[in-house]
């Protein structure tokens, strides 16, 4: 079996997390729109949302570039509350911009010493996640854009996990081939599901281990 050479990450869920929830910063913003709401609902609300978003793909919703994706996700979390334009919009815009930076986001604490102990390992690192150019900041911010030998980001791939086509690219920039790639995710079908179906190692993280199966599991892989 081939050794091991690159290990990938996804991102929102497995390396950075929403600060504080999703539910909280919705419900901070939309008050400033004059909707009042609570946190624990918005975020239920828009866990539901994505997740009907998430199993559909990019292709079955037709040609939707990632602002309209999210205007989707945004309009069914608010649901009976979702505002007329153009106050919409104006809430849009400002939820689309306030995830744009690190501000409403926290890194793994353990992120930037395991990407060193794997780089020790020898093994090239990546970024492979569903997510738009609005997270190149994001990163930038959090100090993972020196992490990363490379960064495939479904808005700017043009395909996203599970599917193939995302998984074929990264081999191919990357130089390396599915028994040689290890994709560490928190998604069952996206990060998992994917990963396997293309041929890919693949290993799910959960909170609140977070990523510490993670070394353990690409020793285990040099040692086959």
Not at 182 to 202: E, F, I, N
């Amino acid at each position: 079996m081939p050794s091991l050479k690159l290990v990938t990450f996804d991102a929102a869920g497995t390396l950075i997390f929403p600060h504080p929830s999703v539910g909280e910063v919705y419900a901070e913003i939309a008050a400033e729109h004059g909707i009042q709401t609570q946190p624990d609902a918005l975020e239920a609300r828009f866990k539901a949302a994505f997740k009907r978003l998430s199993q559909t793909s990019r292709q079955e919703l037709g040609a939707l570039d990632d602002r309209a994706y999210w205007r989707l996700a945004v309009a069914d979390t608010f649901g009976a509350q979702c505002p007329e334009e153009p106050a919409f919009s104006a809430l849009f815009e400002d939820l689309w911009q306030a995830f744009a930076t690190a501000r409403r986001w926290r890194l793994d604490p353990y992120a930037h010493a395991l990407f060193e102990e794997l780089r020790a390992l020898g093994l090239q690192l990546a970024l492979v996640s569903n997510a738009d150019a609005r997270f190149h900041q994001v990163f930038t911010e959090l100090g993972l854009k020196e992490a990363f030998d490379g960064f495939f980001l479904s808005g700017e791939v043009g395909a996203e996990k599970p599917e193939p086509p995302i998984f074929r690219v990264v081999e191919a920039a990357m130089g390396a081939r599915g028994p040689e790639i290890l994709h560490v995710g928190d998604s069952p079908r996206q990060d998992v599901q994917g990963a396997r179906d293309a041929g890919w190692h693949a290993l799910q993280i959960a909170q609140p281990q977070g990523l510490q199966p993670v070394l353990p599991e690409v020793r285990r892989l040099l040692d086959a």
